[in-house]
T-cell receptor, first 112, second 115 residues
Framework: RKEVEQDPGPFNVPEGATVAFNCTYS??????FFWYRQDCRKEPKLLMS???SGNEDGRFTAQLNRASQYISLLIRDSKLSDSATYLC?????????????FGQGTELSVKP | NAGVTQTPKFRVLKTGQSMTLLCAQD?????MYWYRQDPGMGLRLIHY???????AKGEVPDGYNVSRLKKQNFLLGLESAAPSQTSVYFC??????????????FGPGTRLTVT
């Protein structure tokens, strides 16, 4: 089983749509959870951290379910500029060196 | 602040050649990382460093060596390049902590082709 698994995508949605991405992780001891965004041929950048109580940043909402080892990202009112690959990220084994484990990413394409 | 910079941005090598990729950060971060990204594989950790003078192996270290002689720099070396090392290489850095992990800041990447 992969340490971090995401919906394979791609997701093709019209502008204004709501889209949800799902992610599962295998290490029950993980403490840090993130969603990163990666534009084509660019470096990954932090979109938001994911907290136990869930958190929201504008149109983006992240949820964490520790019991199910599941993370989600909801994007409301999709914009063309949201087109990118979204990476689910979890801290690696043993909390040594701040290592992160990246999912393969889910590609989102928002169409006019 | 320049953040994390990488040189070179692009490189083409012949099989068996060597090269060094340079990563520099100006955020005074303790931790630095080298990843490779291949289609369908996601980001995989090659080597990492938790401080000046220290390095450790990641998930895919074979064929690579690293050095962290200065806190702000992290070098990735390929001693004898192979076509399987054709990839996009990203460097990243982060703050240190006692538990969990912190946001990693990435450089723009180096696109390496080995023929």
């Amino acid at each position: 089983r992969k340490e971090v698994e995401q919906d394979p995508g791609p997701f093709n949605v019209p502008e204004g749509a709501t889209v949800a991405f799902n992610c599962t992780y295998s290490n029950s001891a993980s403490q840090s959870f993130f969603w990163y965004r990666q534009d084509c041929r660019k470096e990954p950048k932090l979109l938001m951290s994911v907290y136990s109580s869930g958190n929201e940043d504008g149109r983006f909402t992240a949820q964490l379910n520790r019991a199910s080892q599941y993370i989600s990202l909801l994007i409301r009112d999709s914009k063309l500029s949201d087109s990118a690959t979204y990476l689910c990220v979890v801290n690696g084994w043993g909390n040594q060196g701040g290592k992160l484990i990246f999912g393969q990413g889910t590609e989102l394409s928002v169409k006019p | 602040n320049a953040g994390v910079t990488q040189t070179p941005k692009f490189r083409v090598l012949k099989t068996g050649q060597s090269m060094t990729l340079l990563c520099a950060q100006d955020m005074n971060h303790e931790y630095m990382y080298w990843y490779r990204q291949d289609p369908g594989m996601g980001l995989r950790l090659i080597h990492y460093s938790v401080g000046e003078g220290t390095t450790a192996k990641g998930e895919v270290p074979d064929g690579y060596n690293v050095s962290r002689l200065k806190k702000q720099n992290f070098l990735l070396g390929l001693e004898s390049a192979a076509p399987s090392q054709t990839s996009v290489y990203f460097c990243a850095s982060s703050y240190s902590g006692t538990s969990g992990a912190y946001e990693q800041y990435f450089g723009p990447g180096t696109r390496l082709t080995v023929t």
